[in-house]
């Protein structure tokens, strides 16, 4: 490598981490599904929950449509 390669990368700003709304989105499908998977333990819905609920409400902020939870419909029809 040239001098002049090694000054032009270390003249670069470094790359900052970013996240969409897409990333959050996936995130909150990710937790639907590990939670129909049984995956969490009954002293964490709670917290979990809690997580998901500020996550969809920030989604459904910004105008994303976020996919409802299919067996809470059922139960409650069902109930």
Not at 8 to 24: A, F, M, R, Y
């Amino acid at each position: 490598m040239s001098e002049e390669d090694t000054q032009s990368i270390q003249n670069q700003e470094p790359v900052k981490p970013s996240i969409t709304l897409q990333d959050i989105a996936s995130v909150v499908e990710i937790m639907r599904v590990v939670t129909d998977r049984g995956v969490w333990k009954v002293s964490e819905l709670s917290s979990v929950g809690q997580v998901y609920d500020r996550l969809v409400a920030f989604l459904e902020a910004a105008g994303i449509q976020v996919k409802k939870d299919e067996a809470s419909s059922e139960n409650q029809a069902q109930g």
